[in-house]
């Protein structure tokens, strides 16, 4: 199962930063850097395939509905968020790094890791944006289906639903630990 499967490569990640040579922990955190550049590149993609295909699902009455019920559920959520996140990390962050900045500045004086070499893949979308956009796509798509029209629409979407599904249980899946082990590192 993938959560073992995390597990240990956090372990292995852990012991190959503590104990292997620079140059292995270099080799290992720069194939990391490369599937995170793709993952950043995919994520969006799978917003827009996935939640597009969603909401085209749905009937045009249920989306709309569904679209606010879900924005109110996000931001009110987000806002929670936030504000339990600045409380609890004003109180304990305190503590937790005392009462001197010594680890901070010890963080500011390391070097920091280099890869290789990195390879760009910058998304089409950022992440926002691919949600807007697969929100879009999907409620016009349900608004088409309920006129009878938007049928090509529709199985364009669910043909990219099931690329970008593909790609994910053959390639994003499987390549995590990669990255997990070039991030514990």
Known sequence: PLPVILIISIIIGTLIGKFFPLVIVRFVYTLSNIYASF??????????????NGIADLEITKAGKLL???????????FIAGIASFFIADNLFPF?????????????????????FSISMPPFFDVLS?????????????????????E???????????????????????????YVIGTFA
């Open 39 to 52: 993952l950043g590149f995919f994520i969006p993609l799978m917003i827009i395939a996935f939640v597009s």
């Open 68 to 78: 606010f019920a879900t924005c109110a559920i996000a931001y009110c959520s987000s």
């Open 96 to 116: 937790i790094v005392g009462k001197s900045n010594s680890m901070l500045a010890a963080a500011d004086n390391s070097t920091a890791l280099e890869p290789f």
């Open 130 to 150: 691919a949600v807007v956009f697969a929100f879009m796509i999907g409620l016009g798509a349900s608004a088409l289906t309920s006129n009878k029209e938007g």
């Open 152 to 178: 090509t629409l529709r199985k364009l979407m669910k043909d990219f639903s099931s690329v970008i599904e593909r790609s994910l249980r053959r390639c994003v899946i499987p390549l995590l630990p990669v």
